[in-house]
C-alpha cells in the first residue's frame, strides 16, 4: 500500500480521520458529509452528491473546516 492509499474511502459521520494542515498532521471527528452547495466553515462549499466534501472538527482546536474525501485519512 501507498502512502495515502486509504484516503477518501467509506468516510462517515463520526468517523475518526487526519489530514495535512500547514505542514503537519491534525486529527479529528467527521460531523457531516455535505453533498450540496451551501455554507460551511466560514465558507462556500461547492459540494455534490457525485462529489460530497466532509465538514471535520479538530481535535486540538476545536475548529471546523471542511474537506474533499481525498484530503481525509481515516483512523484506525
Do not use: C
Not at 4 to 15: P, T, V
Not at 65 to 76: D, G, I, N, T
Amino acid at each position: 500500500m501507498g502512502k495515502g492509499s486509504d484516503r477518501g474511502k467509506k468516510i462517515h459521520k463520526g468517523d475518526e480521520v487526519a489530514w495535512s494542515s500547514h505542514g503537519s498532521e491534525t486529527t479529528g471527528k467527521v460531523e457531516k458529509r455535505i453533498t450540496e452547495r451551501t455554507e460551511a466553515a466560514g465558507r462556500t462549499v461547492d459540494a455534490s452528491q457525485e462529489e460530497p466534501q466532509y465538514e471535520v472538527r479538530s481535535d486540538k482546536s476545536g475548529r471546523s473546516a471542511v474537506h474533499k474525501p481525498s484530503a481525509l485519512k481515516k483512523k484506525k
